[in-house]
């Protein structure tokens, strides 16, 4: 079965350094999107991309955080430098896209960051 | 603007109980609602989704929900729980148009007592 697939599962960083995340999405899928889950909360979107096109960037802290996909393929999502506050698990997203009815998103496992 | 209200933070059941997490919506027109279940260091996965039609709805694992519009709700139900049944469930609407967008809940979890 295809799934969405990131990778570091776990990061650990000192504040200000730089991390970055990547996202393989299911072959095919025209849309990608990239979420934030802080503990306790639900995900909130940062990001979607339509191939390489950004969509939806209206949550991402453009001062610190940028996110390509270059190829339309597979995404980084890049922060520099980290703040304390940006601990949370990054979950990607996938969909088929095309069509008047919505497209189911299928996540990936995630990436559990931690800020020092 | 669109919300999702879980209210109940932590549930707990016995196994073999029945089990009804509650969410309700804020959105103007119908919206695309959905229910997912996301186990410990786990991505999401969904149990079922309404789109339109019957207003209840069958998922996996046993689950159902039921739209009721007067309400503004969505309450996922399971008339009996199993252990493996403990996670943390989300609520989401998706406001539907050419973003596909998801708004969630702030989920609730779920603690099955043997």
């Known amino acids: 079965e295809a799934e969405v697939a990131q990778s570091p599962r776990y990061k650990i960083t000192e504040k200000s350094q730089a991390v970055a995340f990547w996202c393989d999405p299911i072959?095919?899928?025209?849309?990608l999107y990239w979420y934030r889950q802080i503990l306790g909360q639900g995900p909130e979107l940062l990001v979607q991309?339509?191939?390489?096109?950004?969509?939806?960037d209206s949550q991402l802290p453009k001062d610190r955080f940028s996110a390509e996909r270059l190829k339309g393929v597979d995404s980084t999502l890049k922060i520099q430098p980290a703040e304390l506050g940006d601990s949370a698990m990054y979950l990607c997203?996938?969909?088929?896209?095309?069509?008047?009815?919505?497209?189911?998103?299928?996540f990936g496992p995630g990436t559990r960051l931690t800020v020092l | 603007a669109q919300s999702v209200t879980q209210p109940d933070i932590h549930i707990t059941v016995s196994e073999g109980a029945s089990l009804e997490l509650r969410c309700n919506y804020s959105?103007?027109?119908?919206?695309?609602l959905f229910w997912y279940v996301q186990s410990p260091g786990q991505g999401l996965q969904l149990l079922l989704k309404?789109?339109?039609?019957?207003?209840l709805v069958q998922g996996i694992k046993g689950f159902e929900a039921e739209f009721k519009r007067s309400q503004s709700s969505f309450n996922l139900r399971k008339p009996s729980v199993h252990w493996s049944d403990a996670a943390e469930y989300f609520c989401?609407?998706?406001?539907?148009?050419?973003?596909?967008?998801?708004?969630f809940g702030t989920g609730t979890l779920l603690a099955v007592q043997p």
């Open positions: 997203a996938s969909s088929a896209s095309g069509g008047a009815s919505y497209n189911e998103q299928f």
């Open positions: 072959s095919g899928h025209a849309t």
């Open positions: 991309f339509q191939d390489e096109s950004v969509v939806d």
């Open positions: 959105y103007g027109a119908t919206p695309y």
């Open positions: 309404y789109f339109s039609g019957d207003t």
């Open positions: 989401a609407v998706g406001p539907g148009g050419a973003t596909n967008k998801l708004i």
